[in-house]
């Protein structure tokens, strides 16, 4: 499961970061809602914890685009602003639930369940192709039915692959879309990236191959005697 905080509290972010990852959610973490907006156009997540005192865009003006957007995710509201009058505009604006600071990080662990329970209920998630199965909301790859562990982001270049099948998925666009979360994502990175799924990959019946000045392509191999 992809979870995007949106916390501008430097420490509070990055300590909600690594408490949800630690509870294998695979997590990002924004300080803005001008660059949640830009990520939340380029990539997909299952979940949203949101500030709503954020700089710039605040977190009711990111969930009310959301919203207009037509993007369905579960947003949970996480601010300090605890009066009744917030909380019906958080939830009229869109929230699927409201907690406010301070918090029990078991409370919050809860309530992220809930929330994914309640998503995982209605995604569409599975996308296959050859032997490999790729989990979207739990962000799980299988091959032929066995579990392969990738990092978050070799998940992330894979899924692009998985989304378009024996087509061609830029370097740029790979890197448009990463760089969102990963401000230092560079050409190089997804050389790198391509590599290592290169070699995860190998004989499973699929490969990605060069489309040299384009960029890369997900197919299925033909078997050898």
Do not use: C
């Not at 448009?176 to 070699?199: H, P």
């Amino acid at each position: 499961m992809k979870v995007l905080v949106i916390e501008d509290d430097a420490t509070l972010g990055r300590a909600l970061q690594e408490f949800l990852s630690n509870h294998d959610y695979a997590t990002d973490w924004l300080a803005d809602g001008e660059r949640a907006l830009s990520a939340l156009k380029n990539y997909t997540y299952d979940l949203i914890v949101l500030d709503l005192n954020l700089p710039g865009v605040d977190g009711l003006e990111v969930l009310r685009t959301l919203r207009a957007d037509g993007n369905p995710v579960p947003v949970l509201i996480l601010t300090a602003r605890d009066n009744l009058a917030d909380r019906v505009a958080g939830l009229d604006a869109g929230a699927d639930d409201y907690l406010t600071k301070p918090f029990e990080l078991a409370e919050l662990a809860a309530r992220v369940r809930a929330l994914a329970r309640r998503h995982n209920g209605n995604a569409q998630s599975l996308i296959e192709f050859g032997s490999l199965t790729f989990d979207g909301v739990h962000r799980e790859l299988r091959v032929a039915g066995q579990r392969l562990a990738l990092s978050v982001r070799e998940l992330s270049v894979l899924e692009m692959l998985l989304l378009r099948p024996e087509k061609i998925v830029t370097k740029q666009q790979i890197v448009q879309k990463l760089s969102v979360i990963d401000a230092d994502f560079s050409e190089n990175a997804v050389e790198v990236y391509i590599y290592r799924l290169r070699k995860r990959l190998e004989g499973v019946g699929v490969a990605i191959q060069t489309v040299r000045g384009f960029g890369y392509s997900l197919e299925l191999k033909e078997a050898t005697s």
